[in-house]
C-alpha cells in the first residue's frame, strides 16, 4: 500500500467518527433541552434517560425517559421527545410513582 492509498483509507475512515460525535453531541444537546424544558416548569430532574432507536409517527425521534421531581415535591415519570432541529419538548406520558421520597440523595 503506498503512502497515497494509506490517506485515502485514512480519511475515509474519518467520516463515521465525525458523524458519530455530531451525532452524540446532538442527543447530548435534545437531553439539555428536556432539562431546561423540566427548569422551566419549575420541576427538578432525577434523572433523563436516552431512549436509542424511538420510532414515533414515522420518523425518527430524540427519546427519553424521564423521572422528576414537580415543585410539591410528587415524583413523576414520563416518556417525552425532541426534534433534532429545534428546542420544542413533547410529553407523551407522564404519571406520578411517589409522593416526596426522591430516590437518589440530594
Given at each position: 500500500?503506498?503512502?497515497?492509498?494509506?490517506?485515502?483509507?485514512?480519511?475515509l475512515a474519518v467520516?463515521?467518527?465525525?458523524?458519530?460525535?455530531?451525532?452524540?453531541?446532538?442527543?447530548?444537546?435534545?437531553?439539555?433541552?428536556?432539562?431546561?424544558?423540566?427548569?422551566?416548569r419549575l420541576c427538578?430532574?432525577i434523572h433523563v434517560?436516552?431512549?436509542?432507536?424511538?420510532?414515533?409517527?414515522?420518523?425518527?425521534?430524540?427519546?427519553?425517559?424521564?423521572?422528576?421531581?414537580?415543585?410539591?415535591?410528587?415524583?413523576?415519570?414520563?416518556?417525552?421527545?425532541?426534534?433534532?432541529?429545534?428546542?420544542?419538548?413533547?410529553?407523551?406520558?407522564?404519571?406520578?410513582?411517589?409522593?416526596?421520597?426522591?430516590?437518589?440523595?440530594?
Open positions: 500500500m503506498t503512502t497515497e492509498e494509506f490517506i485515502v483509507w485514512r480519511n467520516i463515521p467518527v465525525i458523524v458519530g460525535i455530531l451525532w452524540t453531541l446532538a442527543v447530548l444537546l435534545c437531553r439539555e433541552w428536556v432539562k431546561s424544558d423540566l427548569n422551566d427538578r430532574p434517560r436516552w431512549l436509542p432507536f424511538s420510532w414515533r409517527n414515522g420518523r425518527y425521534r430524540c427519546a427519553f425517559r424521564v423521572m422528576y421531581a414537580d415543585a410539591l415535591g410528587q415524583i413523576h415519570r414520563a416518556l417525552c421527545w425532541t426534534f433534532w432541529h429545534r428546542p420544542s419538548v413533547t410529553w407523551i406520558s407522564d404519571e406520578i410513582i411517589g409522593i416526596g421520597q426522591d430516590p437518589t440523595p440530594k
